[in-house]
Structures are given as structure tokens and as C-alpha cells.
């Protein structure tokens, strides 16, 4: 329990009205949690405001209330806090409330449009085969040392936030590693936050649903580099042309990695195959279990951060050569005939892109590459015909079915994404909008020595069907059609 003067250390509020001094027992922002004690933060949402529920709240025995807009005859028995940025000055509270636990912490965040999990992944794996202790926030999963807790979202709420670093810090990890996502930064749900050091990896297209322009999602990425502090560091890929603006007016020592052009750090890809790929870094060779230019840049940056963190160089070396793939992300299987299966979450034009070059990448040219990818609904619609037209020109042949439809007609997403397939690859693209049987099918077309990709929904275990959420692993699907239970 502490004070409100103490959750108000550092913050900046418009008006106080009531006691400044009240216990507070806790922190809410769903006034169906409230306990008796609390202070309820009235958080406006996308489908619904907080200030609605602060009736709610009170009846529940909140003691205080954090708003932007106090009642004009306020209950007097509540002390209410007013402030102009409800969500910023939350992630400070909870900050404050948790005993400010990110400044025990060598924080670093990684944002972009894909490589997120897996540099935040391999960041904690490799700290963790270092010797350290550390935590990991991620789209995947969570992690305290050892411990792991179900992630939700790709960057939590401020309160879990806080929490999960609290525990970080009481479990006695020193660093911690999280993918900080566009929402998350637009939201300020990273408010509280002492950021050590900050990763950019690519921008392309996607969650334009939400940003609405490509300039909206762009800056909000940009808005985390602003953030961040002289004492941190900022790390950025120069192979896409958004790098150099993220660090435009950045006050943390700035640096550069890039497999294609001058940098900092650098990759040069050296022998791809289906099971790895030999790369140099920073002149000195590696074999990787990794596949494609995309991972090549996403161990860099693994490399590059750990090198700033003040990590030795032959040891983050040999530790990166030992490193695996994380969970649905290029998981490849391989059939007792031969045929190979590649499960990747790929869910955005550019990633698509990607993964299918690593695969061409690698193989010869004889077989035939089949991608069976669908579009998830509810989301970025604009996205969808040009995922179906990179698909389309990466591939042999391609079967275009369901992700998450979400509340939205499987058939018309599908619809929406026949738009982008050229007229010249159309006789190769058929739909079979029952995932697993367009997994099945693409399996019964497939020969010896033949690739089916998997795209779109990777290390997920579920379909979201009119809100519904049903079992369903592309993984699990492919071990039991291949009757295998190996993977990469």
C-alpha cells in the first residue's frame, strides 16, 4: 500500500480535488476489478471511455479517481485527479506504485513492423546463456528468468507492464527485453518506462486500420526514439529507408546496422541451406540455424544490442551460432517422402516477401513452392490484395484461405485479397477458405522434394471465428499429415 502522494511523485496533474494523502490499496483501469481502496483510472478506449464507469467504480470502493474530466458536484469522499493525458500519467502512476521498477532494470525495446519477437526472443536467450537473469515481453510469450506467463498483446497494458518488470526485478533479472508496438506508443502505454536503449528494425505496410496513414504509423514508431534519454542508446536497420528518420532529433547515442549498405554493424550471407545459413559479422564467420537476408538483419541487430550492452564479442558469437529459430517463425518439417513444410507467422506484404526469398533462396528451381496464406479480419484491409500479389509472384502455386476472420466473412477477405493476384499468375492461385484442408490439399498435390509454405498465423494455436476462438496449429496440422514430430 502507499500513499497518493507517492503515486503522484514526478506526475503532473491539472486539478486535485480531496485528499492528497489517502492510502491507496491498489490500481484499476476495469472497474470490474476495482477493490475497496483503489484508485480507478477512467482510461478512454477504442469502443468504450472509462469515465463511464466511474459510478461503477465507486460503488466498488474506489478512494480515488484518475480523469480528465471531473464531475461538477464531485463526491466528496473521493479524491479526484485531473489530468490532461489520462494514459501517460497511469503508466506513471503504476510506475510509482511498483516502486519504479524499470530503473532496476537495463531496459530495451525493439519496435517495427516485423522482427520484433524474434530479435526480443533471441535478445533474452542470449542474456539468459550469457549468465544473466532477465525478463521478455513479447507477442509470443513472457518471460521472468525462467518463468513463463501467457501474452495477451504485443506490448501489455501500463499496469501489467509494471507488474511483470516488478516481478522481473524481484526474481532478481537485470535486464529485460520488449517489443514495443505502434499501439502500445500511441497509446503511451509505455508511459513510465526508463528506457535503456531502443531497436528499429523495418517499416512497412501494415496496421493502417488503426494509424489510418503510413506517415501516422510511421511517426508513432518514430515517437518511441524520442523518448528515449542521453544515457540510452538507439539502433537502427539503414537498410530501410524509415532508419535514419527514427533517429532525426533523438537524444541517445545512435547507432547503425545493415546487411546491405554502410554501417555500424554489418552482415554479409555467405551459404544459405534449408537448415541454417553461414554468415559474417563484424569480419568473423558464423553457421546460424537461420534462413534469409530478414534473419540475417534480425541476429544483427541481436549482435549490435548485446555489443552495446556492453556484452563480449566472441561470446555473443558463439552464443548466436547455437541460437534456434523462435516458435513459428520459419519452423521447418520435412515429411518422411521428402516434401518440406515451412510454418511462418509472415503476415504482412513485406514479410511474405521475405520468407518466400529465403526460400527461393535455397532451393534449386525444380520443385514446385506452394503458399497457402490468408488475411486476418477486423484489420488492414489494404494490405490484403498485396499480400495475395507477393505470394502469388513468390510461388509456384498458391491456395488462398482463412486466418482470423474475426467477425468478418472469410469469403470476402478472400475476395479482397484475389484483387492483387496478377492476371498472368491467376491459373496458378485457387481458394480453399477451410484452412486445414488447404494445408491437406497443398500436402496431396505436393511431390518429393517440394516446399509448402504456411503463412500468416505461425506460432498461433487458435482461429478466430465470429468471436470465437477454436484450437487450430498449422504446426499440429503439418506433424499429423506428415506423421512426424520432428522441427527445426
Known amino acids: 500500500m502507499k500513499s497518493l502522494s507517492e503515486l503522484l511523485n514526478g506526475v503532473e496533474v491539472v486539478q486535485l480535488i480531496g485528499?492528497?494523502?489517502?492510502p491507496i490499496k491498489g490500481l484499476a483501469f476495469d472497474s470490474r476489478k476495482v477493490l475497496p481502496g483503489m484508485l480507478f483510472a477512467a482510461l478512454p478506449g477504442s469502443a468504450v471511455d472509462g469515465h463511464a464507469f466511474i459510478s461503477a467504480a465507486i460503488q466498488k470502493g474506489a478512494r480515488a479517481i484518475l480523469c480528465e474530466t471531473i464531475p461538477e458536484n464531485p463526491d466528496t469522499q473521493i479524491t479526484w485527479i485531473k489530468s490532461a493525458h489520462i494514459t501517460h500519467t497511469f503508466g506513471l502512476i503504476a510506475s510509482n506504485?511498483?516502486?519504479?521498477?524499470?530503473?532496476?532494470?537495463?531496459?530495451?525495446?525493439?519496435?517495427?513492423?516485423?522482427?520484433?519477437?524474434?530479435?526480443?526472443?533471441?535478445?533474452?536467450?542470449?542474456?539468459?546463456?550469457?549468465?544473466?537473469?532477465?525478463?521478455?515481453?513479447?507477442?509470443?510469450?513472457?518471460?521472468?528468468?525462467?518463468?513463463?506467463?501467457?501474452?495477451?498483446?504485443?506490448?501489455?497494458?501500463?499496469?501489467?507492464?509494471?507488474?511483470?518488470?516488478?516481478?522481473?526485478?524481484?526474481?532478481?533479472?537485470?535486464y529485460c527485453f520488449m517489443?514495443?508496438?505502434?499501439?502500445?506508443?500511441?497509446?503511451?502505454?509505455?508511459?513510465?518506462?526508463?528506457?535503456?536503449?531502443g531497436v528499429f528494425s523495418n517499416l512497412t505496410h501494415d496496421h493502417l486500420d488503426y494509424h489510418k496513414t503510413f506517415a501516422e504509423y510511421r511517426n508513432a514508431k518514430k515517437k518511441f526514439f524520442d523518448i528515449l534519454g542521453n544515457k540510452a542508446f538507439?539502433?537502427?536497420?539503414?537498410?530501410?529507408?524509415?532508419?535514419?528518420?527514427?533517429?532525426?532529433?533523438?537524444?541517445?547515442?545512435?547507432?547503425?546496422?545493415?546487411?546491405?549498405?554502410?554501417?555500424?554493424?554489418?552482415?554479409?550471407?555467405?551459404?544459405?541451406?534449408?537448415?541454417?545459413?553461414?554468415?559474417?559479422i563484424d569480419g568473423t564467420e558464423v553457421w546460424t540455424h537461420f534462413v534469409g537476408n530478414f534473419n540475417a538483419s534480425n541476429l544483427l541487430a541481436v549482435y549490435s544490442t548485446a555489443i552495446s550492452l556492453g556484452a563480449d564479442k566472441d561470446e555473443v558469437l558463439r552464443i548466436i551460432s547455437l541460437l534456434k529459430p523462435v516458435d513459428g517463425r520459419f519452423e521447418t518439417f520435412k515429411s518422411p517422402t521428402g516434401i518440406f513444410a515451412v510454418v511462418d507467422y509472415a503476415h504482412t506484404p513485406d514479410a511474405i516477401k521475405n520468407v518466400l526469398s529465403a526460400?527461393?533462396?535455397?532451393?534449386?528451381?525444380?520443385?514446385?513452392?506452394?503458399?497457402?496464406?490468408?488475411?486476418?479480419?477486423?484489420?488492414?484491409?489494404?494490405?490484403?490484395?498485396?499480400?495475395?500479389?507477393?505470394?502469388?509472384?513468390?510461388?509456384?502455386?498458391?491456395?488462398?484461405?482463412?486466418?482470423?476472420?474475426?467477425?468478418?466473412?472469410?469469403?470476402?477477405?478472400?475476395?479482397?485479397?484475389?484483387?492483387?493476384?496478377?492476371?498472368?499468375?491467376?491459373?496458378?492461385?485457387?481458394?480453399?477458405?477451410?484452412?486445414?484442408?488447404?494445408?491437406?490439399?497443398?500436402?496431396?498435390?505436393?511431390?518429393?522434394?517440394?516446399?509448402?509454405?504456411?503463412?500468416?498465423?505461425?506460432h498461433e494455436d487458435y482461429q478466430e471465428i465470429k468471436g470465437v476462438k477454436y484450437h487450430f496449429d498449422d504446426r499440429e496440422i503439418i506433424r499429423e499429415i506428415f506423421n512426424v514430430t520432428n522441427q527445426n
Open 19 to 22: 485528499e492528497r494523502s489517502c
Open 97 to 174: 506504485y511498483y516502486d519504479n521498477p524499470s530503473a532496476m532494470l537495463k531496459v530495451v525495446g525493439i519496435t517495427g513492423t516485423n522482427g520484433k519477437t524474434t530479435t526480443a526472443t533471441l535478445l533474452y536467450r542470449l542474456f539468459m546463456e550469457l549468465g544473466h537473469k532477465a525478463g521478455l515481453l513479447s507477442t509470443v510469450c513472457n518471460y521472468i528468468d525462467q518463468r513463463q506467463i501467457a501474452a495477451t498483446h504485443t506490448t501489455p497494458d501500463p499496469l501489467q507492464i509494471q507488474h511483470l518488470m516488478a516481478e522481473m526485478v524481484a526474481a532478481g533479472c537485470t
Open 179 to 197: 517489443e514495443v508496438s505502434s499501439h502500445a506508443i500511441d497509446q503511451d502505454r509505455i508511459a513510465g518506462i526508463d528506457f535503456d536503449g
Open 234 to 280: 538507439a539502433i537502427t536497420n539503414l537498410d530501410d529507408k524509415n532508419g535514419l528518420y527514427m533517429l532525426q532529433n533523438c537524444a541517445a547515442r545512435k547507432l547503425t546496422y545493415a546487411v546491405k549498405t554502410l554501417a555500424d554493424y554489418k552482415v554479409k550471407v555467405m551459404e544459405s541451406h534449408f537448415d541454417g545459413m553461414l554468415i559474417t
Open 359 to 458: 526460400i527461393n533462396e535455397v532451393r534449386t528451381g525444380n520443385e514446385t513452392l506452394f503458399t497457402i496464406i490468408g488475411a486476418g479480419g477486423d484489420r488492414d484491409k489494404t494490405k490484403r490484395p498485396e499480400m495475395a500479389f507477393e505470394a502469388a509472384k513468390g510461388s509456384n502455386k498458391v491456395i488462398l484461405t482463412s486466418d482470423n476472420p474475426r467477425s468478418e466473412d472469410p469469403e470476402m477477405i478472400i475476395s479482397d485479397m484475389i484483387k492483387g493476384v496478377p492476371a498472368d499468375k491467376a491459373a496458378n492461385v485457387v481458394v480453399i477458405t477451410n484452412r486445414k484442408e488447404a494445408i491437406r490439399t497443398a500436402c496431396m498435390m505436393a511431390h518429393p522434394g517440394d516446399i509448402i509454405l504456411i503463412a500468416g498465423k505461425g
